[in-house]
């Protein structure tokens, strides 16, 4: 398979037409045609349904479409990475993480590159740990922001100067939110929002242990992944979130609140990035200053 016919099979699949496909590429139809029987018989699968008025993909075109997806922005991002590997650093650096108010430190970084380079430009991506570590085993990613539960000794990493504190998010008006501090038995019976990543039952789970092996006998009513949504849920009478502490806005106009765990729970926050992975220039840059500011690990 050649990346060229990887792209138009990927155009195909955007458009959804031979026609379409081919005037974005500005190709022949007959061309594109040609190129697609042609890797449909390399493959031996057929890729495509043809419709009356629009192709669609069959399983087998699915599975395509994501490994291209993929082979396509890495060759992508090699090359752009090569581009910028002058004297002059240039180029883009890939950064995932979960909410957290320590992305405020990934933050003053780059503000301190871009005033000496501003050819640099950064791309976050937000998602769980789970997403966050796929990407970047598959370098996708030069760098993620994970949270103390996760196993990261596969990993370089370096500690940020910061914990985040797990606690209740809940409405004003729960008869919670006359306490200052939320205590396990305040938890029995009541409806949790739990995030996915946080409970997943582990060696090194912190935030588990916290639950003296009760976390089963609560009540979980719903699970996240990312706190945006959960806070619809606890607006909405739901239940109570257990999250990390300055996600949600509880400010003097939200109806939402805050309490901490008691006794206290933090989550250390790190930087990682693969050990065997080569980087840009740019990202190199990232890791010296990361490096400067916090130290080594």
Same mark, same amino acid.
């Given at each position: ?108 970084? #780059? =503000? ?9 430009? $950064? &791309?976050?991506?937000?998602? !769980?740990?789970?997403? +966050? ?65 946080? #409970? =997943? ?9 916290? $639950? &003296?092996?009760?976390?089963? !006998?609560?009540?979980? +009513? ?66 010296? =200053? ?8």
């Amino acid at each position: 398979m050649e990346i060229r016919v990887l792209k138009y099979f990927l155009a195909v699949a955007r458009e959804g037409s031979i026609t379409a496909a081919a005037n974005a590429l500005h190709l022949t139809q007959p061309t594109l045609t040609r190129q697609m029987q042609d890797l449909e018989y390399e493959l031996k699968q057929k890729l495509f349904v043809r419709g009356k008025y629009k192709i669609t993909l069959t399983d087998e075109g699915m599975l395509l479409k994501d490994r291209a997806e993929e082979i396509v922005e890495m060759v992508n991002k090699t090359k752009r990475d090569i581009i910028s590997s002058g004297v002059d650093v240039r180029g883009e650096v890939y950064i995932g993480g979960g909410e957290t108010d320590a992305m405020r430190y990934v933050a003053d970084v #780059i =503000k301190e590159i871009r005033s000496t380079h501003p050819n640099i430009t $950064f &791309h976050l991506y937000s998602g !769980n740990a789970e997403d +966050v570590m796929e990407k970047l085993d598959k370098k996708f990613l030069d760098f993620g922001l994970l949270v103390q539960h996760t196993d990261i000794s596969k990993y370089n990493s370096i500690a940020l100067p910061v914990t985040d504190v797990w606690g209740v998010l809940m409405r004003k008006d729960s008869p919670l939110a006359q306490y200052k501090t939320i205590r396990l038995e305040n938890l029995k019976g009541l409806p949790l929002i739990n995030s996915r990543q946080a #409970i =997943k039952k582990s060696s090194n789970n912190e935030f588990l242990k916290w $639950f &003296h092996g009760q976390f089963d !006998n609560l009540k979980t +009513v719903a699970t996240y992944n990312l706190i945006y949504n959960a806070a619809i849920m606890v607006k909405s009478g739901i239940g109570y979130a257990i999250t990390l502490d300055k996600l949600a806005d509880t400010s003097d106009k939200s109806p939402l609140c805050f309490r901490p765990l008691e006794p206290k729970s933090e989550a250390k926050l790190n930087i990682v990035w693969n050990k065997s992975s080569l980087r840009s220039s740019a990202a190199n840059l990232f890791l010296e =200053k990361l490096q400067e500011k916090f130290g080594h690990q």
